[in-house]
RNA sequence: GGCGUUGUGGCGGAAUGGUAGACGCGCCGGAUUCAAAAUCCGGUGAGGGCAACUUCGUGAGAGUUCGAGUCUCUCCAGCGCUACCA
């Protein structure tokens, strides 16, 4: 995932692209054709209040970030496609991205609406949902308020069900993510049920996944956003009881409001009452539903609490209501005795025949809404008439540039204020008209930044013979913080542009690597000021700062945070032990997927092996016989499966175990074929380190293909036989593959430790699993 | 509450159903050094034994199996997401 430019790299950056660069050097070692690009998802609020703080302008602020991460990327060493490079804030990115937004209307998957938005008073922009953490925004924290807003949505509800269905062939993602996504689509089966409002005359559409209960049902309730409830109350008393139910302390308590209405039940002749309720969400299903206390948590509170009937249609025991549970329908003459499910399809073919409901399927997705009232975005391609009426633009009058000279210190959006951007005359009606303000969620930058890589200068947005050709992304790797967001609008977008333009790819990632983050130890002062871990020293046992030898507490690893202080800067890390101790580091410890605890102890350790390793190649000696081959060989196989898995940790585990078997039978390799390889296996892991040993004892820097395995030299022949009685362990005797079944148990009855256990006993059966172990069984 | 995920030495972690603890860190001995760092050699799951050796041991309990860290079920704990979703 391409990183936003904040303004220096971090050492989760680090991380993540060190992941990254090892598979794309292995793959190209292997002859792969690899892209390896990196970009900069460049727009965003950051950037406007930086601009604001640091008296600068967004866009310089931000071009000035990208160069120096770049700069420290670079320092990093990272084999990566320079020539790729793209930032989201650039004119040659952001008009495609407008041309996007233009297909995307025209396919009706783009449409303006007005809704019932979320509105973060700290940023003033609106957020989708799931940018909505808790109620509250998810950069600012701030409590967010709903407001009706004209905006702009895409539908990604079209894609509901084949985002859904989609995750179950994504089998190099994590399940975690898989879930998590699962959830946020939130699909329910259940049945859709109109419920007849004679004193309005008309319907109320209510969905339930419990239609088996419809005998049950005692009360309707509906959101104070419902339009009954516009329609039978005045505004003043809406506001009223909208008020009241804001006014609750516990969420969980249930409030209503009878409405002077009556439904129908369906089949029974007779009215329940209609309540509003401050526990009906209006973005779920139609906004109503129907109660059945009797089998339904809140509907029983509720129900309690305004002394509505409760009738019990399912089998069980007083004490057990609310029972939600599976069980036999009763009271509910054409049910009886049935189970759920088959209740649930009895029922829902009589509504069908009746015409009272049907089936249905409910999604709590909802389409994304991608207007933002910032400046420091794509703007929306998109003019209003004096009217009110707009237009989209055609794409022949692209690019809508964002202009540079505006003043952010007002309030609101700076593009409102910028009268001569703002003021156009329509090109094809001569008519006067204003641009759109809003500009697009960051989110839309990157849904699609990865098919710009395959071709950045193209003037389109992308060549769909390459993206044919090249995706989806064999690998992605990135933090799971975009479980949802990211990871889901962008694979909206590939299935909104694969049925755009007929392109052959469903899906943008085929495997996904959430790597963990790096936490550190915490630090702090008898006055609860954090410190930084280079300002802590330790002395006399005691950790004391630095600067002003003040007591220093420690406290629990943490994920590294600029507020808590606890970071150790990729500068100053490379500066102190250079670019290879630092990427054996951050995967060595911990499986990259884990999270992994920064301390001195482990770079230290990682650099003593870049040391050793040298030394290892300065030394000479030794005899190279078959069992030295074979532990290179073996070194080779370990190497690439271990890449092959993201099982980096066991990477160097591998290498440590190839150099303490050389260290120990003094074989020293020197410019031999075998140290090729082996510094060729090195070199995805160690590249620095490696080309400066091959250029040494090779006098070239050119390394060849990655090492073809001579399967042979894996076989090991020689073999340490485990043998069991009873299951148990007893000894273990040296062997050789293919030993005769036979001879080897006339060996094994010999051995003391086996006759002691056996002596007295009847052996009843003898289980040899060739070249793996015997287990003899007695009686 | 729901869903997912993880429980293995002092610590990070290894183990296609087949010798649990690879590899690293730390620690303990020793070598080298005036000393330290670095480096090198040896040891290091727990209990018992002078020893050969032996018993126990992968969160708890059951099950499947000749054999379970691994598979199944029921719990418990941590972490993550989600949460009045009808």
Known sequence: MFPYPSGNIHMGHVRNYVIGDICARYHKLKGDEVIHPMGWDAFGLPAENAAIQFQTHPKDWTLSNIENMKEQLQKLELDLDWHRELATCNEDYYRFQQELFIDLYNKGLAYKKDALVNWDPVDQTVLANEQVIDGKGWRTGAQVEKKNLSQWFFKITDYAEELLKGLDDLELWPEKVKTMQRNWIGKSTGAEIKFWIPKINRFLNIFTTRPDTIYGATFIAVSINHKIVADSLDKKSIEKIRNNFNLVNDEKEKLGIKLDLSCK???????????????????????????????????????????????????????????????????????????????????????????????????????????????????????????????????????????????????????????????????????????????????????????????????????????????????????????????????????????????????????????????????????????????????????????????????????????????????????????????????SDSPPDRELEWTDEGIQGSKNLTHRIERYFSRKGGQIDLDTKKSVEKFVSDIEKNILNFSLNKCVADIYTLFNYLEKRMVFLQNNELSKKILTCLFPILPKLTTDLYTTLFKTSNFKMWPSIDRKLLIVDKLKLPIQIQGKLVTTIDTKKGYSEKEILNSIYKLDKVKNKIVDKKIVKVINVQNKIINIIIN
């Not at 809140?298 to 019990?312: G, H, M």
């Not at 399912?314 to 049910?335: A, H």
């Not at 469903?506 to 410190?531: A, C, R």
């Open 265 to 587: 039940h369906p089949i029974l002749d007779k009215e329940i009452p209609v309540y509003v309720a401050n526990f009906v969400l209006d973005t779920y299903g139609e906004g109503a539903i129907f109660g059945c206390p009797a089998h339904d948590e809140r509907d029983f509170e509720f129900a309690n609490k305004y002394s509505l009937p409760i009738i019990k249609v399912i089998e069980c025991k007083d004490e057990e209501l609310p029972y939600t549970g599976d069980g036999k329908l009763i009271n509910s003459p054409k049910l009886n005795g049935l189970k759920k499910d088959e209740a649930i399809k009895k029922i829902i073919e009589y509504f069908n025949d009746s015409g009272a409901g049907k089936e249905k399927i409910n999604y709590k997705i909802r389409d994304w809404g991608v207007s933002r009232q910032r400046y420091w975005g794509c703007p929306i391609p998109v003019i209003y008439y004096e009217d009110g009426s707009y237009r989209v633009l055609d794409k022949s009058e692209l690019p809508v540039l964002l202009p540079y000279d505006v003043n952010l210190e007002g309030k609101g959006n700076a593009l409102l204020n910028k009268k001569n951007w703002r003021e156009v005359i329509c090109t094809k009606t001569k008519k006067a008209a204003l641009r759109e303000t809003d500009t697009l969620d960051t989110f839309v930058d990157s849904s699609w930044y990865y098919i710009r890589f395959l071709n950045n200068k193209f003037d389109k947005p992308f060549d769909p013979k390459e993206v044919n050709k090249f995706l989806p992304v064999d690998k992605y790797i990135g933090g799971i913080e975009h479980a949802i967001l990211h990871l889901l609008y962008s694979r909206f977008f590939m299935k909104a542009l694969r049925d755009i333009y007929d392109l052959k790819v469903d899906e943008p990632f085929k495997q996904l690597f959430t790597q963990g983050m790096i936490t550190h130890k915490t630090y702090k002062t008898s006055k609860n000021e954090w410190v930084m871990p280079k300002d802590v020293v330790s002395k006399d046992g005691l950790l004391i700062s630095k600067k002003t030898s003040e007591i220093i507490q420690e406290g629990p690893s943490e994920k590294m945070s600029k507020s808590k202080k606890n970071v150790v800067e990729p500068d100053e890390i490379l500066e102190n032990y250079g670019i290879d101790a630092t990427r054996i580091f951050v995967i």
